[in-house]
């Protein structure tokens, strides 16, 4: 039992980044945008939050930086596709591509650099329990905030008008248009909001789940993300149960290599990728599903007057 415990607490910690930047994907699909790029916002912003949390020793200013590398790389990427109609597709694969070289080259000062002793976090008597204690109430506060995150983002695109409006943009922005609503504004506030949550995911990640810096740490973390919006079929709750369930499979390797099953370290680490071609391609098997559930204009651009 208590080696199912921390594996159950090691998924939910593997899980978090991935939940939280599948839910920042998840808000620039909804309003009609793809953004490849996100495996390259979540290097630049672990760079940036390492950098930052080493040179400060605060977490939370870490958190920021990361945050604020990956809205502006976002930014850079809404005025491109949204303003000047480049491809979206094209230009999220280029910034994936600088930003995976731009934090190798700047990032060389601090490979294999370490921060601190992090601290240890508890929910006070919960954590006392047994069985769900370890498994679930020790665990970084970011862990929670997934969680918060998830029903927030729920209620917003589901409760609120200001989601209404988000959603009428990724299902037919010319009739948003027509109704008065910016629309290429809406769609930049949502890509720069996606790529600060990817942004804090990459922080996360450098910070406090692999609290050192690594050229290309993220290890296609972004991409997986960017498969965890299909596999939830564009809902936020999905997108969380998905980031846990991948978050298992990567644990699962370790847990297996721990218990001496012979089985070469390759093949155990090829498994979240494998489960996540596995996903895709028996979700895509069911289009009339994916198209029911996909916002209409995604990947389209639109000019207004156009």
């Keep these: ?28 699909e909804r309003a009609g945008i793809v953004n490849l790029g996100a495996e390259g916002l979540m290097l630049v912003a672990a760079l940036a939050g390492f950098a930052t949390c080493a040179a400060s020793g605060s977490d939370l200013a870490g958190f920021v930086a990361g945050m604020a590398a990956g809205a502006f790389g976002a930014l850079l990427f809404g005025l491109l596709v949204i303003w000047l109609n480049t491809n979206q597709f094209a230009t999220g694969l280029a ?48 862990v929670y905030l997934a969680l918060v995150f998830t029903a927030a983002l729920a209620w917003f695109l589901y409760r609120s008008r200001a989601g209404l409006v988000l959603r009428a943009i990724g299902e037919s922005p010319e009739s948003a248009h027509a109704l008065g609503y910016p629309v290429r504004r809406i769609r930049l506030a949502a890509v720069v909001a996606g790529g600060a949550l990817c942004g804090l995911a990459g922080s996360y990640i450098s910070v406090i789940y692999t609290p050192l810096w690594v050229e290309g740490m993220i290890a296609g973390k972004g991409w997986i993300a960017l498969a965890l919006t299909t596999f939830a079929t564009w809902r936020p709750a999905r997108v969380l149960l998905g980031a846990y369930l991948f978050g298992g499979v990567t644990m699962l390797q370790f847990h297996l290599q721990g218990q001496g099953v012979e089985v070469a370290s390759q093949w155990l680490s090829m498994l979240p990728y494998l489960a996540t071609i596995v996903v895709l391609v028996a979700i895509s098997r069911n289009v009339a599903f994916i198209r029911a559930n996909m916002p209409a204009s995604i990947g389209k651009p639109f000019t207004p007057g156009g």
């Design 1 to 28: 039992m208590d080696t199912i415990a921390l594996l159950l607490a090691a998924s939910l910690n593997a899980g978090t980044a991935l939940a939280i930047a599948g839910l920042g994907l998840l808000i620039n």
């Design 95 to 142: 910034l994936s591509l600088f930003g995976a070289g731009f934090s190798a080259f700047a990032g060389m000062e601090f490979t294999q650099r370490q921060l601190g002793p992090r601290p240890n976090f508890a929910v006070p008597w919960l954590s006392d329990l047994p069985f769900v204690g370890p498994a679930l109430f020790r665990h970084h506060p970011m």
